[in-house]
């Protein structure tokens, strides 16, 4: 595992929610990732950790590889790979999201 990959298994797995988005929760810098974050708001998440990509590109591009997914915003919870902000939508509405985050 090289330096990238660690430094998002650390985070991943020393977080109990992380968030891996374009900005920040306070200020989203696209759309799919302000619909993530009102996702997880609305779900009750306190313990949120995000990560801005913009700001690192080599965990922006590292991210992709990590969980075999193209796109960003990426949600990890206990450890394990969710999915964006569209499987955070279609889990959230089925009431499953809200399942995963309580446990």
Do not use: H
């Amino acid at each position: 595992m090289d330096a990238v990959q660690q430094r998002i298994d650390d985070l991943v797995k020393n977080n109990r929610v992380v968030l891996f988005m374009k900005g920040t929760a306070q200020f989203p810098m696209c759309g799919f990732s302000g619909r993530a974050v009102q996702i997880l708001k609305a779900c009750g998440v306190n313990d949120l950790k995000t990560f801005n990509v913009l700001e690192d590109e080599a965990v922006r591009q590292g991210i992709k590889d990590y969980a075999q997914w193209p796109t960003i915003p990426q949600l990890y919870v206990n450890g394990e790979f969710v999915g964006g902000s569209d499987i955070m939508m279609e889990m959230y509405q089925a009431g499953e999201l809200q399942q995963v985050l309580s446990a």
